[in-house]
């Protein structure tokens, strides 16, 4: 595999960057994903993804300032680059492009 | 304070974290784990929060996570490649180093992996068994008096009482060994020597898996035998699976037994070895309890588990304590199964037996011999150092750690000893057949492929690459920069002394193991020469069994007419085995009785063994046909308080009815092996007699023995041509008596050998560098004028100092070794001056010749060759 591919749990935490915005770190980013997938997640999974999308580009991040809930510790930000963005843009279109090739999916 | 102590994580697991956790990541992956944690509190128990932190520490011990090593892992690979690279130059140009080093290591490695397979093999043995560890046996002791007798046995009646009086003893077993048995089918009849009787119980307490039949119930009824497949294959023919066995008979000893099961060979490491069981009840003593008279049945018990042997050792000694008349007692000693082999010493007649103390010996020797070799690679790497100076300093000029140093010569260790080790495997394979030969066993290739020997494999390759390699590795790197690099660094001094030393030892152990072995072939030599005080040479032992026996007259007297036969006896057991021992026996108006050895004799008996008669005469059919005719020896005679004259006439019982008179003293003989003392002893002979008479020797003519036998056999075979006929020189039993003494004392020259071979390597090696290194000195010594001896000499004289301090140490050593050992013979040679100063010299001058070589080809050197360049 490419290392500029997107794999598919580092897709979904792509996107939950995407959603949650400019303050998304990796507690956050669990939270949300555990929301939506409705099942638990162990934060090194999303530790893991989080470094490599930022291996491969599709992620820039900064660190923040000292924080009060942590004990002061800092965070690290992640936001989505220009490549990110379009990865998931580009995967999307790939999805909808076939989903309309699939006959009466709706009454599957 | 408390409270929010007690609100933070568990500080183990931020120790933890932050032990593995790259220091850039850290601050953020620890702060995520915190505020997950500070979540859970408000949901979770405080434990459960504080475990699940402790969960999500160990989950993120992760790649992204992990502390990068000081050098990035590719230039790691990088730097051992050149590791290997240099150690493989250095190799190449120094080929009579890494010669010698590999070599060495690789005698040492196979001389080790044997003495492990070996070792391992013996402690192996009835450890199989399901229920090994709730099986002892019970070997019975006689008290007479003063007088101890420990046998391996015991009666027939000692299971059925444990079993009686103990709740915790669940079965009993007993094996006997009826002797030679006699096997007719209808394809073969042949002699079988390990044919037992065996309680029903058998398979109960042993694992010896059967190939048909039940287990619950082969041996129950009498006359029913179960076989082996090798026993099934040489009375059955090739295809005696095709047969359907089971419910066949097969003819033992003239009775029918139904075969009532198979099975499989035991294994080699059993301590009972089998290729068929009777069923115990067919014998008359399974029907009573059985008595206590004879002790020839191996009894065996099973316990629940759990059960202390030693407090019910405590309580079968107070059982047996009151069963016996006054004087006579008995102690049963309670012996684990698995201690049988190796620890009980004591003759089971049901296969092999072994001793601990060999166990240790030769573990020690294979330790011993691998450190030799170990200490080769120490001492030529170190004394070789000057030439890897000049890299060790370039490296760390180059900003090389002493710890990456280390590293790379404990690198070239570990490729020398691998090497070693493959080299190693092909030659343990290769030799293998001369290795069980040597032993006895029976490995093959297939056999050796199993776990232990690649765990043993490999354990080697760690531990000698690191107990040779530590210690240059921690000398080389430990120069210091700039004396090497101003030219000051000629050679270390201060790990000369530590190598001496080291020569010392390698050479202590040498010269010890020769000495011992010398002293083995001297005590080895000592018995084969020694006076037996009977005739073993030109006399044939021919066994018979008990239907032979019926017409033993007529047998003797057809073998006496065959031609080439001076004279003829029948007896028991052969000299060199120990007769009854525990008979007892007392002259006439006296209570006490005494525990004394006998042999049956038989007219000619003196005189076929050409015994020596100090008074009296030989036994004859001339005398009261219902009386024992009895001939003593010296020491029986001085037992009794009798003259020699005094004693002749003077009656005599033995057992405890039959009366008789001595007609005979002879001189004392050895009837046993050397390791004991002559015992008083009674030949008793009752004419025409022959109820225990289970041999016949026969004294030969020198000149004809091929003939003379084809005629005793062509006699046999008319008078009795069921029966198989067989013979043994009396010279060559007597021999097999001391076999082991010969395997120990083989086996000794071997390690001996290769240890000092081992050790000459490492002299060789190092005589060869010093040669080199004081070339120049020679040179100028020779410009001025210096002989060759006188150079010889000098490039000697300090090689021959550490040989002689080693020999300070090993004689001792080996004297005390020795001296302890011959303790084990009664009759035996003193470990003399002459043994030990023969021993000095062998060791001085295998070391002189090593150390010569090198030393005049140094001082033949033409000077100009060592002096041209500079």
């Known amino acids: 595999m490419k290392a500029t591919e997107l794999g598919d749990f580092e897709e979904l935490v792509l996107m939950a960057i995407c959603v949650i915005g400019s303050q998304a770190y990796a507690v956050n980013v669990k939270a949300e994903l555990e929301n939506r997938l409705k099942k638990r997640i162990n934060i090194s999974a999303i530790h893991t993804a989080l470094y490599r999308l930022e291996d491969k580009g599709f992620l820039k991040s900064e660190i923040g300032g000292a924080t009060k809930e942590r004990g002061g510790r800092r965070k690290r930000f992640f936001m989505p680059t220009a490549a990110g963005k379009s990865a998931i843009a580009k995967l999307k279109a790939v999805r909808e492009g076939m989903y309309k090739l699939i006959p009466d999916i709706s009454n599957g | ?870």
């Open chain 2, 1 to 870: 304070m408390d409270k929010k102590e007690k609100l933070s994580p568990p500080k183990w697991a931020d120790t933890l974290l932050s032990w593995y956790c790259r220091n850039d990541r850290f601050e953020e992956i620890q702060g995520d784990l915190h505020e997950l944690f500070q979540e859970r509190i408000n949901e979770y128990s405080m434990r459960k929060a504080r475990l699940l932190y402790f969960w999500d520490v160990i989950r993120c011990f992760r790649s992204y996570a992990m502390k990068k090593r000081i050098y990035s892992s590719s230039s790691h690979i990088a730097m051992f490649k050149n590791y290997f690279l240099i150690a493989l130059r250095n190799l190449l140009q120094y080929k009579t180093y890494s010669v010698i080093n590999i070599f060495g290591l690789t005698l040492g490695i196979v001389c080790f992996t044997y003495i492990f397979l070996f070792v391992n093999h013996e402690l192996s043995f009835d450890k199989f068994h399901e229920n090994t560890e709730n099986v002892y046996t019970v070997p019975l002791t006689w008290h007479f008096g003063a007088t101890v007798l420990p046998t391996a046995r015991a009666t027939s009646r000692v299971g059925p009482l444990l079993e009686e009086s103990f709740p915790e003893v669940t079965s009993f077993l007993r094996i006997k060994n009826p002797g030679k048995t006699i096997v007719k089918s209808s394809l073969l009849i042949s002699q079988e020597h390990q044919i037992f009787y065996s309680d029903s119980t058998f398979f109960d307490l042993f694992t010896f898996p059967l190939l048909e039949g039940d287990p619950q119930t082969v041996l129950r009824e009498p006359n029913s035998v179960v076989i082996t497949s090798s026993l099934a294959q040489k009375y059955f023919g090739n295809d005696w699976q095709a047969l359907s066995l089971v419910g066949k008979t097969l003819n033992i000893e003239g009775v029918e037994y139904e075969i009532t099961g198979l099975a499989q060979e035991p294994p080699s490491n059993s301590h009972l070895q089998f290729t068929g069981l009777m069923s115990f009840s067919t014998l008359p003593e399974s029907k009573g309890g059985g008595d206590f008279s004879g002790s020839s049945y191996m009894t065996y018990i099973s316990t629940l588990g759990g059960v202390n042997s030693l407090s019910l050792d405590q309580k079968v000694d107070t059982l047996m304590a009151n069963m016996f008349e006054e004087g006579t007692s008995v102690t049963l000693d309670i012996t684990p199964l698995s201690d049988i082999y190796l620890e009980s010493r004591m003759e089971t007649g049901l296969g092999p037996i072994s001793d601990m103390k060999y166990i240790y010996i030769f573990s020690l020797i294979g330790l011993v011999i691998i450190l030799i070799a170990c200490i080769n690679y120490m001492n030529l790497s170190t004394s070789r150092s000057v030439e890897r100076a000049k890299e060790v300093g370039v490296r760390k000029v180059m900003g090389a750690l002493r710890r990456q140093l280390t590293t790379q010569f404990l690198s070239e260790s570990v490729l020398i000893t691998l090497m070693a080790l493959i080299l190693g495997m092909a030659c343990i394979f290769l030799l293998l057949p001369l290795f069980n030969q040597l032993t006895g066993k029976t490995f093959t290739v297939v056999s050796l492929l199993n776990s232990d020997l690649a765990l043993a494999l490999c354990l080697i390759w760690v531990s000698v690459s690191l107990l040779a390699g530590i210690y240059p590795a921690l000398v080389l790197s430990g120069f210091k920069v700039n004396n090497i690099l101003k030219g000051s660094f000629k050679f270390s001094t201060s790990g000369s002394w530590l190598r001496r030393s080291l020569v010392i030892v390698q050479f202590t152990i040498s010269a010890t193991l020769i000495a011992a072995t010398a002293v083995i072939y001297q005590q080895l030599n000592f018995i084969q020469n020694e006076n037996l005080g009977f005739d073993q040479e030109q006399v044939i032992a021919v066994p018979f069994s008990d239907d032979v026996k019926k017409g033993l007259t007529t047998l003797k007297s057809e073998l006496g007419n065959v031609d080439g036969v001076l004279n003829l006896a029948a007896t028991m057991q052969l000299p060199g085995r120990v007769q009854f021992e525990s008979t007892m026996a007392h002259k006439e108006g006296e209570e006490n009785r005494h525990l004394m050895r006998l042999i049956p004799g038989d007219v000619n008996y003196i005189n076929t063994l050409s015994l020596k008669l100090m008074a009296g005469e030989d036994f004859n059919d001339l005398r009261d046909k219902e009386k024992y005719q009895f001939i003593i020896n010296e020491q029986t005679a001085k037992f009794f308080g009798w003259d020699l004259e005094e004693a002749l006439g003077q009656p005599l019982k033995i057992w405890n009815s039959e009366w008789g008179t001595i007609i005979g003293v002879v001189k004392d003989f050895h009837f046993a092996s050397l390791h004991e003392e002559i015992k008083p002893l009674i030949i008793f002979y009752q004419t025409e007699k022959y109820f225990m008479h289970r041999n016949l020797v026969i004294k030969l003519k020198t000149n004809q023995l091929a003939e003379t036998i084809e005629g005793i056999e062509d006699t046999w075979k008319q008078l009795y041509p069921e029966k198989p006929f067989s013979y043994t020189f009396l010279d060559d039993y007597y021999g097999k008596l001391y076999a082991k003494e010969q395997k120990l004392g083989k086996m000794f020259t071997l390690f001996a050998v290769i240890a000092i071979f081992i050790g000459c390597l490492g002299l060789f090696g190092l005589a060869s560098y010093t040669a080199f290194q004081r070339s120049k000195e020679i040179g100028v010594r020779k410009v001025l004028g210096a002989t060759v001896p006188s150079i010889t000499f000098l490039l000697s004289v300090d090689f021959t100092k550490q040989v002689i301090i080693s020999l300070l140490f090993s004689l001792p050593l080996a004297y005390f070794l020795m001296d302890n050992w011959l303790q084990s013979f009664a009759y035996h040679v003193e470990v003399g001056w002459g043994v030990m100063i023969f021993s000095a010299l062998l060791v001085l001058l295998i070391a002189w010749v090593t150390v010569g070589y090198k030393s005049v080809r140094a001082a033949l050197t033409n000077p100009v060759e060592t002096l041209r360049s500079e």
